[in-house]
């Protein structure tokens, strides 16, 4: 539950749940996220996607009027799935429900029945839905939900065993699921990656506007994964009843290990083991030597970061991988916020620093960030650390800012921030040392030029 | 090609000069149609964002408050309570119980922290179909604060922005008519749908006072409860953007009996006309104020029109499309290109009416397409059919004009650069310069297509013209 003592919310820390699934099911390919309430919330989740990414992200909306929230929204859900199958050629519709559905409560499932019987003599695409009343969860839960709706719909039968590993990262950059399918590629294995946004939500200059951008996980590799020698997932936050690698274990015997978002090294190595346990194929020589650089630059790195105290906030999975990264480089985490609840997120905060930490770092769910500010002020943090929404806090508090996760807004590349594995590390390592270098400097009334 | 328009939205594009004019308009969205529009939350919002020593508590689930946090670039002189994303947060369980008690300890805790001059509570969607009466709570916490709690009845489905609009006017008419008005000049205004982006409304100001007209109060952009309070004092109300708030000059107008007068801040001649016009109303009172109007634009265009001159140079034959939210800002936006040696080949709205259409047909070259509520499958069709080199629109306009490679010019509630005004014609012909004639667009496929092709047309027409030497 909330860690708040406040009725009201201000600045927000999360989003809400139906903006999380139109951004996996982004991931598909020949897919249209659909949003089943009115025009409005498609409009807006597009506006703040597209400030991020700098893509179009075309959200399609069943746009409810009065009459539609009276009578219901099953004629408008119909009628949309039919012009965005005409216009956009969507092969896939991912349809997720708003605050305004839920509430009015359309039967989403049912009519999707309906809507196949009455139009079955159309060549219909592939109907994904997914429950995402807004006034619960975050748009990471609305994320992964979609996520389990895709698996759990699209995967109806068991697929010939194959050499093939099902990654189901989580909410990561566009560049951390390239630099993922470079590493799944090293391995000399199949793999399915379940979303995929690294092609739509960073396309390349081509020529023409794409009604559905190139890229995202095909059908057919996402019914090839009942047939895979198992799933790893990404992110150690709890809060789902079941996810899609749990849901393809149940059904279909593929074994599923769970890792945290692999950022760190100790994160990271437990990534590179799953993978490694799943192939048989032990860790390549290209990433063993990205290790080692890690670890390089960590020992000529770590005085200048040594002690420094951090502020770390933003979606719970992202939150948990980031104090795993900080505390092994000896920055202190001396508070993780998130906006979101989940059954383990203070588990998971002393999992990641056992060993390394004398105690976890005091967590905070279901805040904002008059919240985090509060506290923060008695914290006399070095830097903050999470999505450029806390950049205000940051200034106020005359710290700097290290941006990762989403959104970006006020920084451009937000897409290509690289987070995970070695690799990511390595950037982020330097990124932070950079950052509180260029602080240093900033202070400094001599300049040095050589530090 | 063809395909990007759907049957239902033919009446809503037309090309000028091909029939009969006529636009369908003022409908709800079409179903699976990828609207550019928002809510009537969000036409609400727009509206009553920029005050800013009022507090602006969204009664709703978190998502429609933070994606309207500090959306938007209207700067305030003094607190900036505006800035912060105020919501109720709604769980399911208020949902199913309802919403009241929440709202109502929200507002309380809220107005301790921070001691705002007034609340505006705004109902989305949700609120609406579980029946919380925002009303009843707003006068409870009212009477036990002492500030005014106005409730703003903005329910995302109950139509499109112009409704939203319509919604923002009641509240603030709410407020009119409370305050003590007997310091105002009779040769004052109050100043309607200017949202101070990017201080722009400092710049207007600025040129009243010069023609020695008092400002009573700035409704809409560097807002303060107590000037609408009393604006019902000043001589004339001047509405920009008056799609938004023509209804409260209208209600003012029967009520108070301020005259109100459309302006436009966009562009020269508009600038300029506005000016003369605010002037003329206020002649009988001081003549002199005509000469110092002149005297004003004078000496500001002596600076602008060198300047302006410059980047015409290159921007010459241009082609430009312009699809923003409201219809009036489209006409400034099509002399505004005039000036710059462009050609408006494009032009559509999100909420316009069936005379602002009408409008728009009657300044617009013939073979302009004119569309409303458009989507972003027609907009890229037409931008590639009409060979544009520069869009002007908001953020989810940008990536259709990018993937084709063509330049944008953000002008929309979100820009950090002022438009209005005379400096800020020269800051649109800047930036419109500065993407329009960027280097980078030789380097876009479809561009680089475009130049080979041309290429080799030249070549053939070179090589059959040799022949016949
Ligand atoms: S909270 Fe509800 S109405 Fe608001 S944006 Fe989210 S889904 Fe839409």
């Keep these: 539950m909330s860690d708040s003592p406040y009725v009201s919310t201000t600045n927000a820390c999360k989003l809400c749940t139906p903006l999380g699934a139109a951004l996996a099911f982004r991931g598909v390919e020949g897919a249209i996220p659909f949003l089943h309430g009115s025009q409005g919330c498609a409009t807006y989740m597009r506006r703040y996607i597209i400030s991020h990414f700098r893509e179009p992200m075309d959200i399609a909306s069943s746009a409810l009027g009065e009459k539609q929230a009276v009578f219901g929204g099953g004629p408008n859900l119909k009628k949309g799935i039919l012009n965005v199958m005409s216009k956009y050629g969507a092969t896939v519709v991912g349809v997720a429900t708003t605050c305004l559905t839920e509430t009015i409560g359309d039967d989403v499932p049912r009519l999707l029945y309906e809507f196949r019987k009455e139009f079955s003599d159309l060549p219909l695409p592939e109907i994904v839905n997914v429950s995402t009343p807004s006034y619960s969860g975050t748009h990471m839960e609305g994320w992964h939900a979609a996520t389990a709706a895709l698996a759990s719909q699209l995967v109806r039968e068991k697929a010939p065993a194959e050499r093939r590993v099902n990654l189901i990262p989580g909410f990561v950059s566009p560049a951390d699921i390239r630099y993922f399918k470079e590493i799944l590629d090293d391995y000399g294995v199949a793999y399915t990656v379940l979303p995929d946004i690294s092609e739509a939500m960073d396309r390349p200059a081509l020529l023409d506007y794409e009604k559905l951008p190139a890229g995202g996980t095909p059908v057919a590799s996402i019914r090839a994964m009942s047939g895979a020698l198992g799933s790893i997932e990404c992110g150690r936050a709890d809060h789902m009843a079941e996810s899609a690698g749990t849901n393809l274990e149940r059904r279909f015997e593929v074994r599923n290990i769970r890792v945290g978002l692999p950022i760190g090294v100790r994160e990271s190595d437990a990534f590179f083991a799953a993978l490694e346990e799943l192939t048989g194929t032990p860790l390549p020589e290209k990433h063993a030597a990205e290790r080692g650089r890690l670890i390089d630059a960590y020992v000529d790195g770590h005085k200048y970061v040594a002690g420094k105290r951090a502020i770390v906030y933003g979606e719970e999975d992202l939150v948990i991988a980031m104090v795993a990264f900080l505390a092994e480089i000896g920055v202190k985490p001396i508070l993780a916020a998130t906006g979101a609840t989940c059954r383990n997120f203070k588990q998971a905060l002393a999992d990641v620093t056992e060993g390394i930490l004398p105690e976890p770092p005091e967590a905070r769910e279901g805040v904002d960030f008059h919240d985090i500010a509060e506290q923060a002020a008695d914290l006399a943090p070095d830097i903050l650390v999470g999505h450029s929404k806390g950049y205000r806090y940051a200034k106020d508090m005359g710290v700097p800012l290290l941006r990762v996760g989403f959104p970006i807004h006020d920084r451009f590349g937000g897409p290509r921030l690289l987070h995970v594995g070695y690799r990511g590390t390595q950037t982020l390592f330097d990124r932070l040392v950079n950052t509180i270098l260029e602080r240093k400097q900033a202070d400094s009334g001599v300049g040095y030029g050589y530090l | ?469």
């Design chain 2, 1 to 469: 090609m063809e395909q990007a328009i759907f049957e239902e939205r033919r009446d809503q594009i037309h090309r000028k000069g091909e029939g009969p004019f006529e636009l369908a308009c003022n409908r709800d969205s079409l179903a699976g149609a990828v609207s550019q529009r928002a809510c009537v939350f969000c036409g609400s919002r727009v509206v009553l964002y920029p005050i800013a020593d009022a507090l602006h508590l969204v009664h709703g689930p978190i998502g429609c408050a933070v994606y309207t946090w500090d959306i938007r670039g209207a700067l305030s002189s003094g607190p900036e309570l505006h800035r912060l994303s105020f919501s109720t947060d709604l769980q399911e369980r208020d949902v199913i119980f309802g919403g009241e008690k929440k709202l109502k300890a929200a507002l309380l805790e809220l107005i301790e922290r921070h001691k705002p001059n007034a609340a505006f509570v705004y109902a989305t969607c949700i609120v609406g179909i579980i029946g919380d009466d925002v009303n009843a709570v707003c006068r409870d916490v009212a009477a036990k604060t002492g500030i005014p709690v106005i409730p703003v009845q903005s329910e995302g489905f109950k139509g499109n922005k112009r409704e939203g609009y319509a919604a923002a006017c009641k509240a603030l008419f709410t407020l009119a008519g409370t305050g003590d008005t007997s310091d105002i000049s009779p040769m004052s205004v109050n100043i309607l749908g200017d949202f101070n982006l990017a201080g722009e409304i400092w710049i207007i100001r600025e040129y009243f006072e010069k023609m020695g007209v008092q400002v009573v109060a700035n409704i809409t952009g560097d807002g303060r409860v107590a000037d609408i309070r009393r604006c019902h004092g000043a001589g004339l109300n001047i509405v920009q953007c008056s799609g938004s708030t023509m209804e409260l000059a209208k209600m003012m107008e029967e009520k108070f009996g301020t005259p109100f007068m459309r302006v436009s801040y966009l562009g020269i001649e508009d600038m300029a006309d506005s000016l003369y016009a605010v002037a003329d109303r206020f002649k009988h009172l001081d003549p002199g104020i005509v000469e110092r109007t002149q005297k004003l634009v004078r000496e500001e265009l002596s600076l602008l029109l060198p300047k302006l001159k410059e980047y015409r140079k290159d921007l010459e034959g241009k082609r430009a499309a312009v699809y923003v939210g409201g219809a009036f800002k489209a006409f400034s936006l099509i002399k505004a290109f005039r000036h710059l040696g462009m050609k408006v080949v494009l032009v559509g709205s999100q909420t316009g009416t069936k005379e602002d259409y009408e409008e728009l047909a009657s300044i617009c070259d013939p073979g302009t397409v004119i569309v409303d509520d458009s989507n972003p499958l027609e907009l890229s069709k037409f931008v590639r059919e009409l060979d544009v080199d520069l869009f002007v629109g908001g953020v989810k306009e940008r990536p259709i004009a990018h993937k084709l490679g063509v330049g944008f010019c953000d002008h929309n509630h979100e820009r950090k650069e002022a438009l209005e005004g005379f400096v800020g014609m020269l800051n649109f012909a800047k930036e419109v310069h500065a993407s329009a004639t960027s280097p980078i667009w030789r380097f876009v496929p479809r561009r680089e297509a475009m130049a080979k092709a041309l290429k080799e047309q030249e070549t053939a027409k070179r090589a059959a013209g040799g022949e016949g030497i």
